[in-house]
């Protein structure tokens, strides 16, 4: 068996995305305590900590203190992703809603972000997103906000 410093060595996203996981559970903790701790949004803290985002150093070091990982993970949390979903079609019910929200919907947000801002895009890099619940008389809603940096594609 290898001994632990070789271990946390070769200490991968997944690795650390399972310590996260499981001291969140021990400790009760919300997604929204955890990023009240680091002073970071909790969308943008559940996608690092999933290993989709890299976190700056002392973002990275304030997770380790927060959720008690080996110091050794702050290095790993810093690290650039490789972003990479493993299926087509999500099969997880909420996963599947929003990628059936898109499939319809796409093509018209596309055509109104044209409209309004011209050919291009919209940033998922420089990027920020809420999640609120709305109460409401049919049952609470889901609100989503996303905000992105319109990226106008460039002529050559």
């Known amino acids: 068996m290898k001994d632990i410093v070789e271990m946390?060595?070769?200490?991968?996203?997944?690795?650390?995305?399972?310590?996260?996981?499981?001291?969140?559970?021990?400790?009760?903790?919300?997604?929204?305590?955890?990023?009240?701790?680091i002073g970071m949004s909790p969308v943008w803290t559940h996608s690092a900590a999933m290993g989709m985002n890299a976190m700056p150093k002392d973002k990275a070091e304030l997770m380790v203190s927060t959720m008690g990982l080996p110091q050794e993970a702050a290095s790993v949390l810093a690290e650039s992703p490789t972003k990479i979903w493993e299926q087509a079609v999500p099969t997880d019910p909420c996963i599947?809603?929003?990628?059936?929200?898109?499939?319809?919907?796409?093509?018209?947000?596309?055509?109104?972000?044209?409209?309004?801002?011209?050919?291009?895009?919209?940033?998922?890099?420089?990027?920020?997103?809420?999640?609120?619940k709305v109460p409401h008389e049919k049952g609470d809603r889901v609100k989503i906000e996303m905000s992105g940096k319109y990226l106008g594609y460039n002529s050559w």
Do not use: C, H, N
């Not at 796409?106 to 809420?130: H, N, R, V, Y």
């Open 96 to 132: 599947y809603r929003l990628y059936e929200i898109v499939g319809v919907y796409g093509p018209t947000i596309k055509a109104l972000i044209q409209e309004k801002f011209g050919d291009g895009i919209m940033s998922a890099i420089d990027f920020d997103m809420q999640i609120t």
């Open 8 to 37: 946390t060595e070769m200490m991968t996203k997944e690795d650390v995305t399972a310590m996260i996981l499981s001291a969140k559970k021990q400790a009760g903790m919300t997604w929204e305590a955890i990023a009240d701790k």
